[in-house]
Structure formats: C-alpha cells, structure tokens
C-alpha cells in the first residue's frame, strides 16, 4: 500500500444555511443540509455513509437523529460532544475508525439554530452546584477570568485584544458568507459596551445560526473522489479540566498538549503552516494559543498580534473566513474552522485565498478551554 | 470512600457557618468535595475546614443591563484549593493579588454560600 492509501483525508466539505435561517428551522434540518451539499461536493451519496460522527448542545444524541433523518444506518457512531472542538475530535475518531475498517465514508456533521430560537434554549449550561449561588455567566466569565489574569501575568492590554477583533473583520470582509462585513477599528472595539471585564461586546464572538458537515475516507478512495483531497497529517486532544475554576494555570491551555502531539505526528513544527484556523470565541483566545502552539512564546501573545500580523495581508493568515468574531459561530464552531482550512488547501477561497497554501492547521476549543483539538491538513498524504 | 454525599455535607457545614473541603493522605487540599481521591493517589478523603483566608487569582465584572454589577472572582485559598466565587466589596473594584475573606451568607434560591470580602475593607 502507498502512503496514500493509508491516509485519511477530507474528500467533501459544506456549510447550511447561515446567519439567521427561516423560523423554524430545527438544527436537524441545517444538519441534514449541509449533509447533502458535502455529499455533492464530493460526488457521494447518502448511501455511501457508514459512519456518522455528530454533536449539539440542542440534540442530545445527535448522531441518531441525524441518521434517522437522512434514512441511513451507520454501523459506526460517535457523539462525543467536548463543546465547539467536538468536530476535530471527530476528524480523530474518524480517522481511527477508517484506518481499521470500521467505516469507509464518515460524516461529521453539526448544526444549530441557536439565533433563531434562542441561546438559552439552544445552548442550557450544565448548573455547578458549587457555584450557582454566585450567577455566574458561562461561557463569558470564564473567558473574562482568564483574559483577566494574561493581562495580570503578562501586561497583554484591552488593544491588543482588540487587534484580534478586528484582524477578523479585515478577512470577513473578503468572504461573502461573513455576517459582519463592515468597517472595524481599535476604538470601536474599546467604545462597545463592557459585558464582562476585562472583555468588551466585540471581544465576543457572534451568536448566529449555522452549521457544516464534512466527508472523510481513506487515501484511496480519497483521490477517485472530485476535490483535491486535504488530508489528515496529524490530529490530537486534550483536557485540562471541565469548569475554570479548576483550570490549573488559566494563561496556559491544554492546547500545549494537543498542538505537541498534532505536529509531532505531522512530523511538522509552526513555521511550516500557511494558514491557521484558531478557535475565537473570544479575544483573548487565539492569544493563548498562539502561544500554547508555539507560534510565538508565552505571554508574547498580545504583541504577536499588533501589527495586523494575523489580518488579511499579513504575515500570518488567521481565521480567513472572517472567524467567530465576524463571520459565523453557532454556538459549536470547529467544524466550520474545519471546512475553511480544506478551503484554502483546495485553492477555493477567491478574494481570501491565501496563494500557494499546502498545510493547514485547525486548532479548537471547548467548554471553557476544557477541551483542546488541534489538526493539520495538507495537499499531500505525507509532508 | 465518603459515606455521606460530598455535595450535601458540603452544604450541611456552610449552613453551620464553614467552608469545608477535603485533604488527601498527603494533606494536598481538594475542592469541590468528591468521594474519589484524584490525581491517582491511593487512600481516602478526609473533611477539614478552611479559615476562609485566601487571595484573587482573577477577577471580572459582570455587568447588567440596569447598570448594576458583580464582581466574580477565582479565589485562591490559603489551604491550596482554588473556587469560584463573587466578592463582595461594598463598591471598590478587586484586583488580582488582593487578600480576600470568606463571608458566609444567605444567597436566597440556593442557600448560605461562601462570599468573600477584601481584608481590610
């Protein structure tokens, strides 16, 4: 067998409806669409799917509702749900489960409809019997506690965070899905209204409706298929802890662990990647993991980012897509990381294209930096 | 193995005016209370009670629509454990680094609850 046939790539790639979708849309039916666009992207059919990867916060066991609303039978399942980095943790299960035979076509699917219904109904936070006296607001305060302790640690300041606003905006500017597209600077970001210190309204990524699926198979199969295939050269997780109150170290992410891992099995290090899809749920979260990746040190984080290193034109391509911040989050974001770095791989970006990209990282987060996930796709099976 | 349940003996000694948590066999602090012995240390749990003297690790103010606000803060305490809670400082802001103290009070919905204080105020 060649080193093709051994790996596992990304054959087909989709978004549902986004932004704000038709009222009452359930997140099954995104699911199932985006579903179908993968399916043709990749010249696929709903019967070729033997396994189903699939996590929500509105869906409990999702994986079975997606099956029996497509009229399928997968004989490989997977919910694990670890939040929004459920997606690459996906692309690591499912690249275990084609490698052994398990399945030949994996889905990994997500969908969320949590604008049009309502966060509160779409996204219900697990209740911490230890701390429910004292109202706290998930996911924002944990984010804003540990944004809170960078700039203790580190001197990171409210502009440099700012920077990574509206390094987003300058990409969402170029995609034509992004739901924000409008001019952003610095002192907009400074000037919207305090949620939670040190964080700002636009230090906060955006609540929308959306979803993606994305189709995974062996090497082999990979290139009879009728996209360049972006295949999987390293994958790994990681946790650090579920509630942040119980984060060890909050300037420094479990994704120490999981980038290490990930580019040790691509045999591959920082300099080697063309762009980078960084979980921005909030601000301050690419700055972490800028540093726990090893892109720049730690506590570096917040002058990496001035400069427009990260915007469109710059030296580092980061959230081409336009991000969290500005162009979709519903709620669980990974895949949609996930389907931008196949994107650019492909060549498929237009204006946001970023020339002669070959290897991608895919770097997501979930809960309250309790899950890390990191992923690096290329061009080619090997590096 | 605890008998009781970590959650409700926790709950009992806040209503008797403590903040509880456990130590393992090498006295290293645990919090929240749990039946099982973490970090693969062989042994068992056993209950101590804090002093209630600690320092803010992070802090953050939660603002509401009506201009009120909160302070919610990751307190270290002095015994080794770390918890959430809000400090209740009587209008200054907390930082990081300022020493704090616990304040058991009614939280209303849920019962006594461990606020803290800054030392001195």
């Given at each position: 067998m060649t080193t093709e046939d051994l790996a596992t790539a990304v054959v087909g790639v989709a978004e549902s409806d986004l932004g704000r979708v038709t009222a009452g849309t359930r997140p099954v039916d995104?699911?199932?669409?985006?579903?179908?666009?993968?399916l043709e992207d990749c010249g696929l059919g709903l019967d070729d799917i033997d396994g189903v990867f699939a996590a929500s916060t509105a869906i409990a066991m999702a994986p079975?509702?997606?099956?029996?609303?497509?009229?399928?039978?997968?004989?490989?399942?997977?919910g694990t749900q670890v939040g929004g980095s459920s997606f690459v943790a996906h692309l690591n299960h499912a690249r275990l489960a084609l490698m052994h035979g398990a399945c030949d076509v994996a889905l990994i699917v997500y969908g969320s409809t949590q604008l049009s219904e309502g966060r509160a109904r779409s996204a219900p936070q697990e209740v911490e019997p230890f701390e429910v006296a004292f109202g706290p607001r998930y996911p924002l305060l944990a984010y804003s506690l540990a944004a809170s302790r960078h700039m203790h640690e580190y001197g990171t300041t409210q502009?440099?965070?700012?920077?990574?606003?509206?390094?987003?905006?300058?990409?969402?500017q170029k995609n034509p899905k992004a739901w924000h597209r409008g001019p952003l600077t610095v002192d907009d970001v400074l000037e919207s209204r305090p949620v939670a210190t040190p964080l700002r309204l636009l230090d906060c990524c955006l609540v929308t409706d959306g979803g993606g699926a994305v189709v995974m198979t062996r090497g082999d199969r990979a290139r009879d298929l009728r996209r360049q295939p972006a295949y999987l050269l390293g994958v790994a997780e990681a946790t650090s802890h579920r509630h942040i109150a119980q984060m060890p170290d909050l300037t420094r992410t479990a994704a120490v662990e999981s980038g290490r891992r990930a580019f040790t099995m691509a045999q591959l290090a920082p300099s080697d990647i063309d762009v980078l899809g960084l979980y921005d749920a909030f601000t301050i979260t690419p700055i972490l993991f800028l540093e726990d990746l090893g892109f720049c040190d730690k506590g570096e984080g917040g002058s990496y980012v001035e400069g427009?290193?990260?915007?469109f034109g710059g030296d580092l391509p980061m959230n081409t897509n336009g991000g969290g911040l500005s162009y979709n989050h519903p709620g669980m974001y990974g895949l949609l990381s996930i389907i931008e770095a196949v994107r650019q791989l492909r060549g498929e970006c237009d204006e946001r294209q970023v020339p002669g990209a070959r290897i991608a990282l895919v770097h997501a987060n979930g809960g309250v930096l309790s899950?890390?996930?990191?992923?690096?796709l290329g061009s080619e099976p090997a590096a | 193995m605890s008998p009781d349940a970590p959650l409700e003996t926790y709950r009992t000694r806040l209503a008797a005016g403590v903040l509880a948590f456990q130590r393992d066999d090498h006295d290293r602090a645990v919090f929240p209370p749990r039946s099982v012995t973490p970090h693969g240390n062989s042994g068992s749990l056993r209950w101590d009670e804090s002093e209630g003297y600690g320092v803010i690790?992070?802090?953050s103010t939660l603002s509401k629509s009506d201009g009120s606000c909160r302070h919610l803060a990751l307190v270290n305490l002095d015994e080794g454990f770390r918890m959430l809670s809000e400090v209740r400082s009587a209008g200054r802001t907390p930082?990081?680094?300022?020493?704090?103290?616990?304040?058991?009070?009614?939280s209303g919905s849920a019962?006594?609850?461990?606020?803290?204080?800054?030392?001195?105020s």
């Open positions: 995104l699911m199932a669409q985006a579903t179908c666009r993968a079975l509702n997606i099956a029996e609303y497509l009229g399928i039978r997968p004989r490989y399942l997977d502009r440099q965070l700012a920077e990574v606003a509206v390094a987003a905006r300058t990409w969402a427009g290193r990260l915007a899950s890390q996930c990191t992923a690096i | 690790y992070a802090i930082r990081i680094g300022q020493p704090v103290q616990v304040r058991i009070e009614d019962g006594p609850a461990p606020y803290f204080v800054i030392v001195g």
